[in-house]
């Protein structure tokens, strides 16, 4: 069964104090890995596509990698605005032609001043 | 450019009752999905219309049901509503199905069974 693990659930940091949110993947055949960032009350905003192992992307303060089994999403010296819940989905290959989404049950993100 | 656009934004129905939400694609967009996300989870995939045809459908029972327009736009139909109905019902749209097209969510209907 595809399924998507993201840890920790809950980060509390200091403002420049940067660390790593993690996402682990179990699917058939991976065709794409999303990051999204939704502040509460609102949906989901993209931030990044990942697709083959090795691939990196950069936004801002923000950096997603991805290995075979697992994406991380560094973030450098947040700032309180940073907070936020981060959510990790993949779109699996055995889901034949649709484009359906399993995300992770999110990181919520604290960044104090 | 406007994003994906859903409506209403909040509403409140009680047990039993009927519910529709709908939802316009960004514009180009061909592909429109529905999510539930109940509280502190990760939304779940409830339907994908791509040219106004199904093309995927998640573990919903039969009270939930969909269907898409021919401006792309659509609505998603709950009938005899529950108390675990209430949850944050998203619409996503991207431009088509295959790897490659990033898929974009609207903000959102709060919905509420009471």
């Given at each position: 069964e595809d399924q998507v693990t993201q840890s920790p659930e809950a980060l509390r940091l200091q403002e420049g104090e940067s660390s790593s949110l993690n996402c682990s993947y179990t699917v058939s055949g991976l065709r794409g890995l999303f990051w999204y960032r939704q502040d509460p009350g609102k949906g989901p905003e993209f931030l990044f596509t990942l697709y083959s192992a090795g691939e990196e992307k950069e936004k801002e303060r923000l950096k997603a990698t991805l290995t075979k089994k697992e994406s991380f999403l560094h973030i450098t010296?947040?700032?309180?605005?940073?907070s936020a819940t981060y959510l990790c989905a993949v779109q699996a290959s055995g889901s034949s032609n649709t484009g359906k989404l399993i995300f992770g049950q999110g990181t919520t993100l604290q960044v104090k001043p | 450019d406007a994003g994906v656009t859903q409506s209403p934004t909040h509403l409140i129905k009680t047990r039993g009752q009927h519910v529709t939400l709908r939802c316009s694609p960004i514009s180009g967009h061909k592909s429109v999905s529905w999510y539930q996300q109940v509280l502190g989870q990760g939304p779940q995939f409830i339907f994908q219309y791509y040219e106004k045809e199904e093309r995927g459908r998640g573990n919903?029972?039969?009270?939930f049901s969909a269907r898409q327009f021919p401006n792309y736009s659509s609505e998603l139909n709950v009938n005899a509503l529950l108390l675990g109905d209430s949850a944050l019902y998203l619409c996503a749209s991207s431009?088509?199905?295959?790897?490659?097209n990033t898929i974009y969510f609207g903000e959102g209907s709060w919905l509420t069974v009471v």
């Open positions: 010296a947040p700032k309180p605005e940073d | 919903f029972p039969d009270r431009f088509g199905t295959l790897a490659g």
